[in-house]
């Protein structure tokens, strides 16, 4: 649920903290909090409580929360799994707004952690006492001294301030991104260890922030998307304060794909999705964690694009081989770097630049005088024919930073973005760079990284589906009730008749040849039992062919046996495809296309978007999917009906907003591809509705 300002400042800005469980050991976990916090100067109340002793590092301790002078903002508890459930339900009996938990063996601990939890959260909400965690390690805000954490990384000197907030599912990676930001000349705002989020989630501890002026922008460390509704929401908001998000998030490997019914499930496998979720949410996700650290600069200088935009990106060296690493690494991400037009290299050389025509502007001989490179800089911004410009700098960045940087400097202001990429190892330079809020990288691959992961994001879609959830069991259809739901969709499909338990009776209200087809929802992959039978030229085939059906099923599924028989008249494409739509448990509703056919799982070939999508987004699904290339009239075949493909994912993606239809999954494999103009057809259609 969204949060209030109360809430912001008991999270974020206590006034008061009680540490239950401190230890008087500053070395223990238990002991680290009390310590960081009188280290950074804390100026609020800090009360530690251990019942065992009458003082901890120095300090008067305290009994319980009843033996304080006043009700705390915000409790750290460090006790132990059992006495920590005790604590939060002492907590909400006295009033505390929050109470962030350190201990294991929650909702990681089996039964007995779920029966933790469980009473964990019935304690707080008689009082509307807000958990940040289990597992989690805490939370800093480095403007205020804040320094409630237990995380060893932050025992050191001179913590560095920034705008950066960071909320991560792990609690080692706070520490972790501290201390290498520290050493890029990257500061914080603040940073938080959301743990196992049994109560306030990632999203809703973001958004907590957004109002705070000391927040400029979000770097999230993600292991999964749990309560993705929540950051979705926060996405929206964050693009509508102009606060930039860039996640990194774990998680790509094929081993976790969910198969569910269809193959959608195999195809829009757990990172396709997450993909998808973080780009449409305009959510820059990156690969690299130096990526991750150095991308706001970046993200806070390009905006997300509406849909299927190719960006036009200029690069500018000192170093050939240094520019053409940045080039190469673009080019793996699927971004060109494109050449400057006839006209500026005729203002390069009026303007005392010598240098060859190609898509590198290699200023190797002369490049290394500031003037060179501020002339050559300005005149390809001033072009107006870039949307982001990088500057790769040799070995003067090492050894003469000073001059290395100033062209920079002068350049960095104007209306392109520019981005540097530092080929030497230059921490002056480096430093410089990241105090002017210079998008500055170490390493090619992070370079390109983050442009392209700048340029990937969508603007979020305010009028996107509310969350729907996947019910744990759903109602299978079968074929016919399946193209009952496309019907009632506008979604056209072939022709069919239905044979009463495979009974041929009558002439057929269409012509041969036509395919035999089982019907029952206890057969969804019919092929694999026998269920189809293709090409039947007339009745005696279709007897025949009723007959096979009939004991193949009954032979492989028993529960089948006895089933209608779907005939289905034939038709020709010139493609196919596969349109799939399904819930996912954590992103929620999806939408898929791929090329269809049985290759399709191997290539992976395919465009997933959250649901649902407009026919621009449509659009642009196909156009990623290679396989579709051959529709659009390649070496002179004939063009396929393109728009009308991209109006039934369209139509198929509305799911999502259909709660009266009650599907969760749903699959056309194939849509038949008619020539231009004639539109798309299903021929065999998957779908499980909902039993909620």
Not at 174 to 202: C, H, P, Q, T, Y
Not at 284 to 308: F, I, M, N, Y
Request: charge should be negative; proline fraction near 5%; hydrophobic fraction near 45%.
């Amino acid at each position: 649920m969204p949060v209030d300002s109360a809430f912001h400042s008991a999270f974020f800005a206590p006034r008061s903290i009680a540490i239950i469980g401190a230890s008087d050991d500053a070395t223990k976990t238990a002991g680290r909090p009390l310590s960081y916090l009188r280290r950074a100067g804390f100026e609020g109340n800090l009360y530690p409580i251990n019942p065992r002793r009458t003082s901890v590092l120095g300090e008067k301790a305290w009994a319980s929360l009843d033996d304080l002078p006043e009700v705390v903002d915000h409790a750290f508890i460090l006790t132990g799994a059992d006495t920590a459930v005790d604590a939060v339900a002492e907590c909400a009996a006295k009033g505390v707004k929050v109470a962030t938990v350190l201990a294991n063996g929650f909702s990681e601990g089996g039964s007995a952690g779920h029966e933790r939890t469980e009473r964990m959260l019935a304690a707080a909400k008689q009082s509307g006492l807000r958990i940040i965690g289990p597992s989690s390690l805490g939370m800093v805000n480095i403007h205020r001294k804040t320094v409630m954490t237990a995380n060893a990384a932050f025992a050191e000197e001179g913590l560095p301030k920034g705008n950066i907030f960071v909320a991560s599912h792990s609690g080692s990676m706070i520490g972790a991104l501290l201390s290498r930001g520290k050493s890029l000349g990257i500061g914080f705002a603040g940073l938080v260890s959301v743990g196992n989020e049994i109560d306030l989630s990632l999203g809703e501890l973001c958004e907590a922030v957004l109002e705070d002026p000391e927040v400029g922008g979000y770097l999230l460390f993600l292991e999964s998307l749990r309560n993705a509704d929540h950051l979705r929401r926060f996405a929206e908001l964050a693009h509508r304060h102009n606060k930039p998000i860039v996640a990194l998030k774990l998680g790509r490997s094929q081993q976790a794909a969910e198969l569910a019914l269809s193959h959608t499930g195999a195809l829009a496998g757990e990172d396709a999705v997450a993909d998808a979720f973080l780009r449409d949410c305009g959510i820059a996700r990156v690969d690299t964690l130096e990526g991750l650290l150095g991308a706001l600069p970046l993200l806070s200088r390009t905006k997300t694009q509406a849909h299927g935009y190719a960006p036009k990106v200029g690069v500018v060296t000192t170093t050939g081989g240094g520019a053409a690493m940045v080039v190469d690494q673009l080019g793996v991400r699927g971004i060109a770097v494109e050449e400057p037009a006839p006209a500026t290299f005729d203002t390069f050389k009026s303007s005392g630049v010598e240098v060859e025509r190609g898509r590198i502007v290699d200023l190797t001989l002369a490049g290394v005088k500031p003037e060179v490179m501020k002339a050559a800089l300005s005149t390809m911004v001033d072009s107006k024919q870039f949307d982001l410009m990088i500057a790769v700098v040799g070995s003067s960045a090492r050894n003469h930073p000073d001059l290395a940087v100033k062209p920079i400097f002068d350049v960095a202001g104007k209306d392109v973005p520019l981005a540097v990429f530092l080929v030497p190892d230059a921490p002056e330079a480096l430093r410089l760079l990241s105090e002017k809020g210079i998008p500055v990288f170490r390493s090619p691959e992070a370079c390109a990284d983050v442009v392209a992961a700048a340029f990937r994001r969508r603007r979020p879609d305010a009028g996107a589906a509310s969350k729907v959830n996947r019910s744990e069991t759903g109602r299978n259809l079968d074929e016919r009730e399946a193209y009952g739901v496309l019907q009632s969709l506008g979604v056209q499909r072939a022709p069919i008749h239905v044979l009463p338990q495979g009974k041929v009776t009558g002439e057929l209200p269409f012509g041969y040849p036509v395919v035999a087809k089982v019907l029952s929802s206890h057969v969804l992959h019919k092929t694999d039992v026998g269920g189809v039978v293709l090409g039947i030229a007339d009745r005696a085939g279709l007897e025949k062919a009723a007959l096979d059906i009939g004991k193949n099923v009954s032979a492989h599924v028993p529960e089948a046996r006895g089933s209608d028989i779907l005939v289905q008249a034939m038709v020709k494409g010139i493609g196919e495809a596969l349109v799939g739509y399904r819930i996912d448990q954590e992103a929620g509703p999806i939408i898929m296309v791929a090329a269809g056919g049985v290759m399709t799982e191997i290539y992976q070939d395919r465009a997933v978007r959250l649901a649902p999508v407009t026919i621009e987004t449509a659009r642009e699904m196909i156009d990623e999917v290679k396989a579709f290339q051959a529709l659009k009239g390649f070496r002179g075949k004939p063009r396929g009906d393109i728009e009308a493909l991209a109006a039934a994912i369209v139509a198929l993606s509305s799911l999502a907003v259909r709660p009266d239809l009650a599907i969760q999954e749903a699959e056309v494999n194939p849509f038949l591809v008619l020539p231009e103009g004639q539109g798309v057809v299903a021929v065999d259609a998957l779908m499980q509705a909902s039993e909620n």
